[in-house]
């Protein structure tokens, strides 16, 4: 399977961006995604890319991806307390059942 | 609202007595998907399903079995679990577009 890998924590101060990292292994995937898990809850899908896509943005939240090199990137502008919760990326491997996760980016924002 | 609902939230049994976490979804998915989520580990998928009547296995199925005799549900069984299977179970269904797997809200599975 597919090897997704992200760095396990990032702590930034409230009103900074956050730029949360991800590289994947498999260059078959249609969609990456981004899901936000909170404390005690399921995961919540936050965005998503199109792989012939190079950026993506919604709001706060700006998603590059770097075909070539793999990497996938998430941008939260002027982050809040209320943005602290683990971050996970995820690549469909190109099929509607399979996806790989990270291990998943815990980030804590200071106020 | 659409949601996928999963009970118990949290249950704690002992080792070799079977049982059954629960998991509905509303919206008419064809895909459903259980995955555990292990400290470091980051979520694994466990089995899917593509439709009724048709599971797989996903990278961690060991000790585990599903079913999926309707469309809307897709109980995962554990027909007699051990302390390596504590561990945060999560349930999620998608369609054929492009938003991916909603989740439910997780079961808290403790073996002892």
């Known amino acids: 399977g597919e090897d997704v890998e992200q760095s396990l924590f990032l702590s930034v101060r409230e009103g900074d961006s956050s730029v949360i990292n991800c590289t994947y292994t498999d260059s078959s995937s249609t969609y990456l995604y981004w899901y936000k898990q909170e404390p005690g809850a399921g995961l919540q899908l936050l965005t998503y890319?199109?792989?012939?896509?190079d950026m993506k943005q919604d709001q706060r939240l700006t998603v590059l991806l770097n075909k070539k090199d793999k990497h996938l990137s998430l941008r939260i502008a002027d982050t809040q307390t209320g943005d602290s919760a683990i971050y996970f990326c995820a690549s469909d491997e190109g099929n509607f059942n399979k996806f790989y996760f990270g291990s998943g980016t815990k980030l804590n924002v200071k106020p | 609202e659409a949601q996928v609902t999963q009970n118990p939230r949290y249950l704690i049994t002992v080792t070799g007595k079977k049982l059954t976490v629960t998991c509905s979804q509303n919206m008419n998915h064809e895909y459903m998907s259980w995955y555990r989520q292990d400290p470091g580990l980051g979520l694994r998928q466990i089995y899917y399903?593509?439709?009724?009547?048709?599971?797989d296995k996903g990278d961690v199925p060991e000790g585990y079995k599903v079913s999926r005799k309707e469309k809307r549900n897709f109980p995962l069984i554990l027909e007699s679990p051990s302390p390596n299977q504590t561990s945060l179970y999560f349930c999620a269904s998608r369609g054929r577009g492009a938003d991916g797997y909603t989740f439910g809200s997780g079961t808290r599975l403790t073996v002892v």
């Open positions: 399903s593509m439709n009724v009547e048709v599971t």
């Open positions: 890319i199109f792989s012939n896509m």
